[in-house]
């Protein structure tokens, strides 16, 4: 998987990203993570990619050009059918499904906004898909870019130190996965569960899928 992040802060996006699991997988050649600083494609002297909004109102909106040819050179390197996803509030909530279709595909293109917005010329020209990471507002679209990569490329094999790993986690099959216990075996005078100590394994299986309902029905009943 090849990511290509349009961003005013590419930065951001390196520092955070180079970091833990991801970063890892990206050192060892199993994604590639390519931040695209838009500022490199402004015609203005000074850089600037944001203008005063027609019809007026408070803040500054993205100007389109910009924003257009950054497009242009992450498709060229992403190639024609990569995706390229705004992240913004207009797209569906982003989940574990649609990090299973993301996954699958062999690059993406992720615009981030900031400001009041961007124009939306450039979003009808460009944008394939929309994408929500939650009904509240964020200062730009990097957290959000980051997430959908962090979610995508835990999925893809070799990323993971034990692909297995993602198998069993929360949503995975519709339910908040059941709690986890380490050692000891008793801390502050709360013991692990005694099935998990047993070596049972058909047990520990069952009580875990068991566990697993039992919270989703306390805590995510929506899921349900």
Known sequence: ???????????????????????????AGAIELHPVNIRDFSADRHKKVD?????????MVMQAQPIYDAYLFAREKAGEKAPCI?????????????????A???AL????GHYEGVDERVLEEIATDYISV??????????????VCDATARLLPGVLHNDASAVGE?????RIEYPQYSRPAEWRGRRVPDVLLSGDHA????????????????FRPDLL
């Open 1 to 27: 998987m090849r990511y290509y992040i349009l961003t005013l802060f590419p930065e951001m996006i390196r520092t955070a990203l180079n970091e833990s699991i991801i970063g890892r997988a990206a050192a």
């Open 51 to 59: 203008d005063y909004p027609y019809g007026g109102g408070a803040g």
């Open 86 to 102: 705004y992240l913004g509030p207009q797209g569906a909530t982003f989940n574990q499904k649609k990090a299973h279709a993301l």
């Open 104 to 106: 699958k595909e062999e």
């Open 109 to 112: 293109i992720l615009v981030c």
């Open 134 to 147: 939650g009904d509240y507002v964020l200062t730009g679209g990097e957290l959000a870019a980051m997430i």
């Open 170 to 174: 929360s949503f995975e099959n519709g």
């Open 203 to 218: 047990k520990v299986d069952a009580w875990r899928k068991e566990q697993s309902l039992l919270r989703t029905e306390r």
